[in-house]
């Protein structure tokens, strides 16, 4: 969701530092890292934009149907779900691709994922309910998957909030991590949301699940797995 702190959990950091020996032969492979990274975050910075400015041009001419309020909160929400699961998928590319560069763009990506969900609120809010504050509250009571929808998002305003250097810093490398692990409930709500939401092709959801149960299943390997190894080694 953010840049990495200091004092993070190994797959957390950015460059594995290397022998003093060996940095001139990796110097030049760095240099060049660092040059394709500074070209790369603004073309990233606007591609994550292109979704919204397609939204919005099917939306002035017409193009979203008979629904298009309804249209408009699918696909910002599946536009959120989207970049939650790309912004989780950094660390498993960048240790098996070896570019540790990749982990500059996961706060970026973390925070489009906000920003499309913000949307996503916004939307069913203002657009769909006419800031009706009062039905709001009571489909939040009545409907389980909005339940489920407002409390990932509220998962993720922190997350957000926290994701600059500063906070880093005031809260500490272990707790800004500890915080930070509230992205995997709010991607799995995100997902249970979607899923109780549809009414009959549930097809999108399932996908979603499983792409998000394979990128926790992969951080939960890497997390148990020293411990797993050295329980059977000692046994």
């Known amino acids: 969701m953010a840049i990495p702190a200091r004092g993070a959990p190994p797959e957390e950091h950015d460059t594995p530092r290397q022998p003093l020996a060996r940095k001139p032969a990796t110097a030049p492979r760095s240099r060049t890292s660092r ?16 979704p919204l400015a397609w939204i919005l041009w ?41 570019w540790n560069e ?8 973390g925070l489009y ?32 998957y909005i339940t489920v929808g407002m409390a990932s998002f509220l998962l993720l305003l ?15 490398g272990k707790r800004w991590n ?23 092709d549930i097809t999108n959801p399932l996908i979603y699940a499983a792409v998000f149960a394979l990128l926790l299943g992969y951080r939960a390997w890497l997390a148990l797995g020293p411990r797993l190894r050295g329980a059977r080694s000692a046994a």
Do not use: C, M
């Open 178 to 200: 500890r915080l930070h692990r509230l992205v995997y409930l709010a991607a799995i709500g995100g997902t249970v949301h979607y899923l109780w939401a549809v009414k009959k």
């Open 35 to 50: 040059s394709v990274t500074r070209v790369a975050k603004p073309a990233v910075f606007i591609a994550a934009l292109l």
């Open 113 to 144: 994922a906000f920003f499309y969900a913000s949307l996503h609120l916004v939307n069913y809010i203002a657009v769909d309910n006419f800031f009706a504050f009062g039905d709001i509250v009571e489909d939040v009571a009545k409907h389980l």
């Open 102 to 109: 990749l982990i500059k763009f996961r706060r970026l990506l």
């Open 58 to 98: 099917r939306l002035f001419s017409d193009q979203l149907g008979a629904e298009p309020i309804e249209k408009v909160q699918q696909e910002t929400g599946d536009w959120a779900l989207r970049f939650l699961a790309i912004s989780l998928a950094v660390t498993p590319l960048r240790r098996l691709s070896g």
């Open 158 to 172: 922190p997350l957000a909030l926290t994701s600059t250097k500063g906070w880093i810093k005031r809260l500490g």
